[in-house]
């Protein structure tokens, strides 16, 4: 059977228990012990029977008791040391003049079971020669028959003592950062770790109360008391692990693993029990906390939670170390240790994409969070310069950092999606130009936006096109100075006209003076045009005002010569000429309603000279007259147009200038 969070729920402490197959005679001592002590070590049962190759060990080792024992080249002195089942003196080791440290057992304590867990100590340590596992300078029994154990001795305290105390690591091992300084730890704790399953021996106790740190900031894996093999052993020194089924090792850092029947023990249980040192380190507190059930319910669900402050990688390492099934967890302790120290290489960089990584957090709450995109445009952009530098910034400091890389492209590609969602392709292009394998997806959207701009542009561009095609400004001046010209002279000549008539009323002057004159307006109208051709030609308006004229002056002179061919008198051909310029002004006005009255006068000018044919030359002046008092009040701006006027002059003094210097370079 086995046990998981579900079914620990709704089971008695007495069924879980069972479960866990703990001897009903222990159960008691082991509740109180996981929650009272969650941070004692739960040993496992010793027997040893006359059969058992520990038996024979101890049988063989026995045989020193004839000798005096390795105490006679010791001399004792105090204790420095004293844990459950032992004890640590300080002496020194006469044969070579130096301190060591002597391990024994408490006088109490002496069995076959104690000593052989103490003698495992010493020979997995003997075994494992490595800079992080404290040497064993020697073993044997002293002359009461007890083990005792000679060790390097190590000046320094437990690694808990200083893990969370960032004022005493500073002050023992000059560590300014403390997270960096307990990191540093674990890998060379990873380091002894990684030797030890290399030589098939897995410790299973590993916690920062089993740590030494000494005083020049070295580390050292103590306490191997409950260490079992992952390969049989020849010797019988070290149960196999794949036969451990009862509960050992520390409660508050156990691995689901650990709690008897619910799995093998392999180097991944190792693995787990370094990730919970890390999330000791992270947090302040060991995984797993609170009550008995708390405790059982923290170990099989291995599912942990980590504040903002917590570095993201370092938690996602944690996790990793920590996860519920093995299969999941990095296959060695050299693998994590690769891991932390890529970690350490790149913490700086990472430092820097995690606080870039709050600006992208910003920029996303900022666009989900405001239905108008211009409202944010300035604030986003703000935010992304920061996020962008802070990620470039990483980058340039580990070009590996897939945090930054990551990170850069979606803030990269929260903008384009911005610019799209506010109708600006050509700002959504240029921030997708940054990214080196844009998403198709985003690609084609941003190559759809650009197209419907594009056609939108030219549909704006043929729309201002019409505009200023239609704007009557444009060449206000030229046509007002033009028109006065002609209305000045078409104002002044009838009257000098009449005036010669009223002298010679008998006289009837020939058809070819008609003629002439009317090509001599049309000679001058087509020189004002070509001096004014510039503006004229410029606009529709324009265009339309200039042919209705050059219209007019046509149909006054095709006028001429029909009614000279019909033999009409030249008085009545006068009269028709306002009914000429009548309907031609009709064309002008459509285009300028302004002019409309001109359109009444040269109608009723024509009545009226039907009427009155002696007033013929007084009623063209007078329709001629208003005509140019309707188009002096259209277009006539000369504090509007000044200002333009004077600019345009000084633009082509300017031109004239820029071609002279030219020139004479």
């Keep these: ?86 004890i640590v003196r300080l002496a020194t080791q006469r044969s070579l003049g130096r301190k060591v440290a002597v391990k024994t057992l408490r006088a109490n304590l002496k069995s076959d079971a104690a000593t052989l867990r103490l003698l495992r100590e010493a ?60 990191l540093r730890i674990l890998v060379q704790l990873c380091n002894a770790v990684s030797l030890a399953h290399a030589r098939g021996v897995l410790h299973r106790d590993l916690k920062p109360e089993n740590v030494m740190i000494g005083s020049f900031g070295e580390v050292y894996l103590v306490d191997w008391g409950i260490a079992v093999s992952l390969v049989p052993d020849p010797l019988g020194r070290l149960p196999l692990a794949a036969d451990q089924k009862e509960i050992a090792g520390t409660p508050c850092y156990m691995a689901p693993e650990m709690l008897g029947a619910l799995g093998t023990l392999t180097e991944r249980t190792d693995v787990y029990l370094l990730g919970a040192i890390l999330h000791e380190i992270l947090t302040g507190q060991p995984p797993h906390m609170g009550t008995f059930r708390q405790i059982i319910g923290s170990i099989l669900m291995s599912t942990f939670v980590y504040d903002a402050d917590v570095p993201r990688e370092l938690a996602d390492i944690a996790t990793r170390a920590m996860s519920q099934k093995a299969e999941n967890r990095f296959a060695s302790a050299e693998e994590l240790r690769l891991r932390l120290e890529w970690y350490l290489r790149h913490r700086g960089s990472l430092a820097i994409s995690a606080e870039a990584s709050r600006r992208l957090d910003d920029m996303k709450a900022l666009v989900d969070g405001t239905p108008s995109a211009d409202a944010v445009h300035d604030q986003l952009y703000h935010l992304f310069a920061e996020c962008r530098f802070g990620f470039r910034q990483a980058l340039r400091e580990s070009s590996d950092n897939e945090t930054a890389r990551l990170g850069l492209r979606r803030a990269i590609e929260i903008v384009v999606r911005f610019e799209l969602d506010r109708g600006a392709a050509e700002a959504a292009a240029g921030a997708l130009a940054e990214l080196e394998d844009a998403p198709p997806e985003l690609a084609a959207r941003v190559n759809d936006a650009l197209k419907a701009r594009v056609a939108e542009k030219k549909k704006m561009e043929r729309l201002d096109r019409l505009d200023a095609d239609l704007d009557p400004t444009i060449g206000r001046r030229t046509r007002v100075s033009v028109t006065a010209m002609l209305g000045v002279m078409w104002t002044v000549i009838p009257q000098v006209v009449g005036r010669v008539e009223m002298r010679h009323p008998d006289h009837d002057y020939p058809h070819w003076i008609m003629y002439a004159w009317s090509s001599i307006v049309i000679l001058i109208g087509a020189l004002l045009v070509r001096w004014g051709r510039e503006s004229l030609t410029k606009t529709s308006v324009n265009r339309r005002i200039v042919a209705t004229g050059m219209v007019a002056f046509a149909a006054q002179l095709t006028l001429e010569v029909g009614c000279h061919l019909l033999r009409l008198s030249p008085h009545a051909i006068v009269a028709l000429h306002m009914l000429v310029w009548g309907t031609a002004m009709s064309a002008a006005a459509a285009v300028e309603p302004r002019l409309w009255i001109s359109v009444a006068g040269f109608f009723a000018a024509f009545l009226l000279t039907c009427a009155f044919p002696e007033r013929r030359w007084d009623l063209m002046s007078a329709s001629t007259l208003i005509l140019l008092l309707a188009v002096l009040r259209a277009w006539w701006r000369p504090v509007e147009d000044r200002p333009r006027f004077v600019e345009r002059m000084h633009a082509e003094r300017r031109a004239r200038e820029e071609a002279a210097r030219r020139k004479a370079l």
């Design 1 to 86: 059977m086995t046990l998981d969070a579900t079914m620990l729920a709704t089971m008695s402490d007495d069924e879980v228990l069972r479960t866990l197959r703990i001897d009903p005679a222990d159960v008691t001592n082991f509740a109180e012990t996981m929650a009272q002590n969650p941070h004692s070590t739960i040993e496992p049962p010793q027997r040893i029977s006359a059969d058992t190759q520990g038996r024979r060990v101890l049988d063989g080792l026995g045989q020193q008791l004839g000798h005096h024992g390795i105490t006679s080249g010791l001399d004792m002195e105090k204790t420095i040391g004293e844990g459950g089942m032992g």
């Design 123 to 182: 020979w997995v340590t003997g075994t494992l020669e490595h800079p992080n596992i404290v040497p064993v300078y020697d073993l044997g029994l002293d002359e009461s028959g007890s083990p005792i154990i000679v060790l390097k001795r190590i000046e320094g305290v437990e690694w808990g003592e200083v893990m969370k105390d960032a004022e005493k690591a500073q002050q023992r091992y000059g560590a300014a950062d403390l997270l960096e300084h307990n």
